[in-house]
T-cell receptor
Framework: NAGVTQTPKFQVLKTGQSMTLQCAQDMNHNSMYWYRQDPGMGLRLIYYSASEGTTDKGEVPNGYNVSRLNKREFSLRLESAAPSQTSVYFC????????????FGSGTRLTVV | TQLLEQSPQFLSIQEGENLTVYCNSSSVFSSLQWYRQEPGEGPVLLVTVVTGGEVKKLKRLTFQFGDARKDSSLHITAAQPGDTGLYLCAGVLGSTSGSRLTFGEGTQLTVNP
């Protein structure tokens, strides 16, 4: 089925370890996004890529880096994981810069101990 | 402080009852979206409203965008257990580098049989 695919679905890290969350979409969307979801705080934007070759900081970018590898793939990297980064991470894509019609992946549940 | 305030945060009702969820802000949005999220999954887009005063219906769900494009409501008629889930409103904010969604905290709806 067409959509947004995230890997892995679950991950446990020790404080200080690094990892990359992968995201790929097969809908030929131009824009891609990374959000984190925490209880009582809704979804908060970490980074986004309005189009291939561009990335911009969102609301909570500290401690993260991103790479828009090509039109399909947008990865999120944690260089030195901290317990405050324990969260559920969602990747999303939309057809264009206008922000309509977001499609979300099923999420990565990350625990940092 | 959340840019979009949703109320109530939690709602538990009996099957057949009606309910309304509110989404309010002091900011003007170019459009507003409603999503429904089930446990372990990403949010799924229900509707996008664009014009101030716009009303859209999706079966038993009625969505309204405020005249000033600062608020929205979701009304469910004769709720069913299958309506249980987390309902999220999200507003589109524009920028020179591309639009992005800002989410409310969500309303957790439980419909008891």
């Amino acid at each position: 089925n067409a959509g947004v695919t995230q890997t892995p679905k679950f991950q446990v890290l020790k404080t200080g370890q690094s990892m990359t969350l992968q995201c790929a979409q097969d809908m030929n969307h131009n824009s891609m996004y990374w959000y984190r979801q925490d209880p009582g705080m809704g979804l908060r934007l970490i980074y986004y890529s309005a189009s291939e070759g561009t990335t911009d900081k969102g609301e909570v970018p500290n401690g993260y880096n991103v790479s828009r590898l090509n039109k399909r793939e947008f990865s999120l990297r944690l260089e030195s994981a901290a317990p405050s980064q324990t969260s559920v991470y969602f990747c999303a894509s939309s057809p264009d810069r206008r922000g309509r019609g977001y499609t979300f992946g099923s999420g990565t549940r990350l625990t940092v101990v | 402080t959340q840019l979009l305030e949703q109320s109530p945060q939690f709602l538990s009702i009996q099957e057949g009852e009606n309910l309304t969820v509110y989404c309010n802000s002091s900011s003007v949005f170019s459009s507003l979206q409603w999503y429904r999220q089930e446990p372990g999954e990403g949010p799924v887009l229900l509707v996008t409203v664009v014009t101030g005063g716009e009303v859209k219906k999706l079966k038993r769900l009625t969505f309204q965008f405020g005249d000033a494009r600062k608020d929205s409501s979701l009304h469910i008629t004769a709720a069913q257990p299958g309506d249980t889930g987390l309902y999220l409103c999200a507003g589109v904010l524009g920028s020179t580098s591309g639009s992005r969604l800002t989410f409310g905290e969500g309303t957790q709806l439980t419909v008891n049989p």
